[in-house]
């Protein structure tokens, strides 16, 4: 089934990055569709506290990304919230084949489908998914009220999540590859002041340990000593990095190593008229801001590609 209508933009993720971008767009008067499978919002949903995007000194994620869907409708931007199935790149336009067949085309198209908590792949983590084993502090903290975790992970997630996790539970093992955090200077000194959370440097988790009721500890390996030890915990709260979630990005676009889309300043792929944006490109940083900051940019110069595209054409 194909939509014979010529978007000007589609703009695939319902983000801070894509709801940027269709403002954007829509203040830029292209006709523009933006789609989206789940929440809006991405990670930013499921987050928390904000503490910094700019003119908020504390909001709840949820909160922000309801603010950022409420400003991009503000312009009558066209929702779709449908799952996205492929991105077919074209000479005349570019299409975007949904899940139910249907298919768009557009001169231009934006990439924001952000990235996903990565996996520790170790023994007892995907059986346990649910059953003790979480991705989300906010999502699934509520069940360990009272309870003992682990948080794994030593970046700006795992340091947030932990001080989040130790305001609701008895107790926080936190626990870090290095000697190191990678996570910010001011989490960092929030971690060491707070009395429930008990630091573990050095240690890696062999196994997540469970019985019928779920999980009930985790058995660790010293880096340095290659000692083991075992916890007993109920939650492990995994937040061991972030994969971007390229499978819609086609074949031809380049990425890094590491899956994140190459860009220009202007967000830009490899192929004319296909941008990514927020934590699907590679950048300095992943932050909210940054992620807007790629949406504005990205619309600015898919705006400036379809009206050389239309002169052309015209
Ligand atoms: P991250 O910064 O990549 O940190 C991942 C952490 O997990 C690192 O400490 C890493 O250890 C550790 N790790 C990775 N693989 C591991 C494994 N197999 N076993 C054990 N540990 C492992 O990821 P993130 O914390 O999710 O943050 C992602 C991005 O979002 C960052 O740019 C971050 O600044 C940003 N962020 C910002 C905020 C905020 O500003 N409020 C909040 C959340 C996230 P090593 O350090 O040894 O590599």
Redesign the pocket.
């Known amino acids: 089934m194909s939509n014979n209508e010529l978007y000007d933009v589609i703009i695939v993720g319902g983000g801070p990055a894509g709801l940027t971008a269709g403002m954007y767009a829509m203040r830029a008067a292209l006709k523009t569709v933006l789609i989206e499978r789940g929440i809006f919002g991405g990670q930013v949903a499921i ?1 928390k506290e ?3 995007y700019p003119g908020f000194i504390e909001i709840g994620g949820f909160e922000l990304c309801e603010k950022f869907l409420q400003h991009a409708k503000s312009y009558d931007l066209e929702i779709i919230e449908k799952e996205v199935v492929a991105t077919e790149p074209g000479v005349a336009y570019h299409s975007i084949r949904l899940a139910d067949g249907t298919v768009l085309h557009a001169h231009a198209v934006i990439l924001a489908a952000g990235g996903t ?2 996996k ?2 170790t023994p007892g983590e995907l059986e346990n998914f649910g059953k003790g084993v979480s991705y989300c502090a906010t999502c699934d903290g509520f069940f360990f009220r009272g309870k003992t975790v682990a948080v ?9 999540d932990a001080l989040y996790l130790a305001k609701i539970t008895k107790k926080v093992y936190l ?4 000697d ?5 200077r001011i ?1 960092q000194q929030r971690v060491f002041a707070e009395p429930r959370i008990e630091i573990i440097y050095n240690a ?2 062999a196994t997540i340990n469970s019985d019928a009721g779920g999980v009930n500890g985790i058995s660790l390996k010293d880096t340095q000593t290659g000692e083991s030890r075992d916890l007993d915990t109920e939650g492990v709260f995994i ?4 994969a971007p979630n390229n499978q819609l990005v086609p074949a031809g676009v380049k990425l890094n190593t590491t899956g994140y889309v190459i860009t220009d300043e202007k967000c830009e792929t490899s192929i004319a008229g296909i941008f990514a944006v927020g ?1 699907l490109r590679q950048k300095y ?4 801001v940054l992620a807007a900051a790629d949406g504005c940019t990205a619309a600015l110069a898919a705006a400036h590609y379809v009206e050389t595209r239309k002169a052309v054409s015209a």
Do not use: C, P, Y
């Not at 794994?152 to 795992?158: E, L, M, N, R, S």
């Not at 626990?175 to 290095?178: A, L, M, N």
């Open positions: 987050t904000v503490e910094n908590a990565k520790l792949n794994v992970g030593g970046g700006d997630t795992a340091l947030e626990i870090h590859r290095r190191a955090f990678r996570g910010s989490l890696v988790v937040f061991v990095g972030f934590d940083a992943n932050q909210i």
